[in-house]
């Protein structure tokens, strides 16, 4: 046998026909590869959330996101990168010396207290607010942190009161060290 025609003798030639298939081109789902991508990116987001990946958002209640108590050194898992906050709310950025948005809310670390910046009431305490501003924003973006619960839960502002930590030292205790800020004494001090 050889090719589509079969002989046999005494019989006539019988050729086979091919089916005839219509031409088909394969389209890639090219709708699908946006959708994948902002699945991505929700799912990334997520996890920058939620310490711990998949079991902390299925099972950790929220305060569990604060490190504190015992072994609270080796739980720094919260991170994001850090820009300054131009106006109003932000999602992760830096207010000034002692405050910042991280997530989608706003903190004050609760052990500090640095020159204000907006407004600020003299030339020194703008140049040093605006060196605290950068500093807690390079801190902050320099690796992973925990934020420990300081006592009071809100200021009277509605920020959310935490001690901001790495490996157990306090950010707060590293811009005092730097000149950069004192340790909160209850009230604010002028800074001119």
């Not at 046999?8 to 959708?35: K, Q």
């Not at 020159?115 to 003299?122: D, K, L, N, S, V």
């Not at 006592?151 to 509605?158: H, K, L, P, S, V």
Request: with cysteine; proline share 6%; charged share 25%.
């Amino acid at each position: 046998m050889s090719g589509p025609d079969f002989h046999y003798p005494g019989r006539r030639t019988v050729r086979r026909r091919r089916p005839v298939h219509g031409r088909r081109t394969v389209r890639p789902n090219l709708w699908l590869t946006p959708v994948m991508a902002v699945a991505f990116v929700a799912a990334l987001a997520t996890f920058q959330r939620f310490p711990g990946g998949a079991e902390a958002v299925s099972s950790a209640p929220a305060p569990s996101f604060f490190a504190g108590g015992e072994g609270a050194a080796g739980r720094d898992a919260l991170s994001a990168r850090f820009a300054l906050c131009h106006s109003g709310g932000g999602r992760n950025c830096v207010v000034d010396g002692d405050t910042f948005w991280f997530a989608g809310d706003k903190y004050r670390i609760a052990d500090i207290d640095t020159p204000e910046t907006h407004p600020a009431r003299c030339a020194e305490e703008a140049a040093l607010g605006d060196a605290a501003t950068d500093r807690l924003r390079t801190w902050l973006n320099a690796g992973a942190f925990s934020l420990e619960s300081a006592g009071r839960d809100t200021d009277r502002y509605g920020r959310n009161l935490r001690i901001v930590t790495r490996g157990g030292t306090s950010v707060g205790s590293v811009l005092v060290d730097e000149g950069l800020a004192r340790p909160w004494e209850g009230q604010r001090r002028p800074w001119c």
